[in-house]
């Protein structure tokens, strides 16, 4: 058994003689062979020759009997630099330097955690590319449609994590992609991504592609909220219909607010209000969920009941309009008070000039029969004097 060993431990420095001979720098993959050359040697023993790999010696190592040093199965502490210093049989002293690097090609690499959805005009995350067990760590690139993805830190943004095997030492590296789709781009974008090792030169590893669908956001405003009858306005008993109007792009599911409280109903775009009573006043809107963008709320509407009175004149309103029917009636009301007011100052001032006339004849009669006696009693008076004595 022996022999057999050392027959096929011959054969393998044979196989890889012609790679080694003459390399000063030598690229070998994990866990294979490896045979380095002490160039200068005896072919045949006795030999006089050392080597060394930096300032250690690797027991896992061995020297053939050419004087050749054989790795049987290459690993990462094998990387470095060996030495080999020969001398030959008539004295001369020859020295070899190889630099040896290893390396170990993972799998394909892999996107995980893929988007099915993307946002227009936001950032999204496209998915996390994985590659694991390589060394050295080697490489991770985006491509968009077959072109590659630079990050700017705008449209694209690319965040890189590499990690190291404690045992084994191998790495593996992954890559976050975060894209900003524009609006009106293609619907569906192809995403992939390659593995570049570091060593040796040879084309990159490409994982699946995927294709996201992309959304674009539907602005607020285009969700309405329609009412019948218009302006909301319903006499006691009367029946409301509400429908909510959204884009052409089907939502997902549309739900009704009343005062700003969810309704515990079933998702529907149109809410119908039979036979409607005081409990059914209120502001209703209705919310549209998408897939992509979440909930929309539409404007808010106002349903209130009119009161008829005998005469037929109406009282309440929709939204506000009561309130200012009611601020009109008293305005008017205010003004024909006011008017009123006024009105009697005047009659008042009119009554009291009036007055004042009447009694300014009636003073002067009295003077004037006032007048009259003073002149009778002046000839008596007179007619005394003259009699006396």
């Excluded at 106002?302 to 004149?313: K, M, Q």
């Amino acid at each position: 058994m022996a022999a057999g060993a050392a027959a096929g431990a011959w054969v393998l420095v044979l196989s890889l003689w012609g790679a080694v001979v003459g390399s000063q720098n030598i690229t070998a993959r994990i866990g294979e062979p490896l045979v380095l050359n002490c160039k200068g040697a005896p072919k045949k023993p006795p030999q006089q020759l050392e080597w060394k790999l930096g300032d250690s010696w690797d027991s896992v190592a061995r020297i053939l009997p050419n004087g050749s040093l054989l790795l049987p199965a290459v690993g990462i502490q094998d990387e470095g630099t060996f030495r080999c210093r020969a001398m030959s049989r008539k004295g001369k002293e020859t020295k070899s330097n190889y630099q040896v690097q290893v390396y170990k090609i993972p799998g394909k690499p892999e996107i995980v955690d893929p988007a099915s959805e993307l946002t227009a005009g936001i950032p999204n995350k496209v998915g996390t590319c994985v590659s694991e067990g390589g060394y050295p760590a080697g490489t991770l690139s985006w491509h968009l449609d077959g072109k590659p993805l630079i990050s700017d830190g705008k449209g694209v943004s690319v965040k890189e994590e590499t990690r190291r095997h404690p045992e084994t030492g191998l790495f593996t590296v992954q890559s976050e992609l975060m894209v900003t789709p524009a609006l009106g781009q293609a619907p569906r974008p192809t995403f992939s991504c390659s593995f570049s090792p570091g060593l040796p030169r040879r084309r990159a590893l490409h994982a699946a592609s995927i294709q996201p669908s992309v959304w674009e956001p539907v602005p607020l405003e285009k969700v309405q909220l329609v009412v019948e009858p218009e302006g909301g306005a319903v006499a006691p008993g009367g029946t409301v219909t509400l429908t909510c109007e959204a884009p052409a792009q089907p939502p997902l599911q549309i739900h009704w607010l009343k005062d700003g409280m969810p309704l515990p109903l079933p998702p529907s775009p149109v809410l119908l209000l039979p036979e409607v009573g005081p409990q059914d006043q209120g502001t209703y809107s209705c919310v549209a969920t998408y897939p992509a963008h979440g909930p929309q709320e539409s404007p808010a509407v106002s349903i209130s009941i009119i009161e008829t009175g005998e005469e037929g004149t109406t009282t309440g309103s929709v939204g506000g309009l009561g309130l200012g029917t009611l601020a009109l009636a008293l305005g008017i009301l205010g003004g024909l008070g006011t008017a009123a007011l006024l009105i009697g100052i005047i009659m008042w001032q009119r009554r009291k000039h009036r007055g004042e006339e009447r009694k300014a004849p009636e003073n002067q009669e009295e003077e004037e029969e006032h007048a009259e006696l003073n002149q009778s009693e002046e000839p008596e008076v007179a007619e005394g004097s003259a009699g006396g004595p």
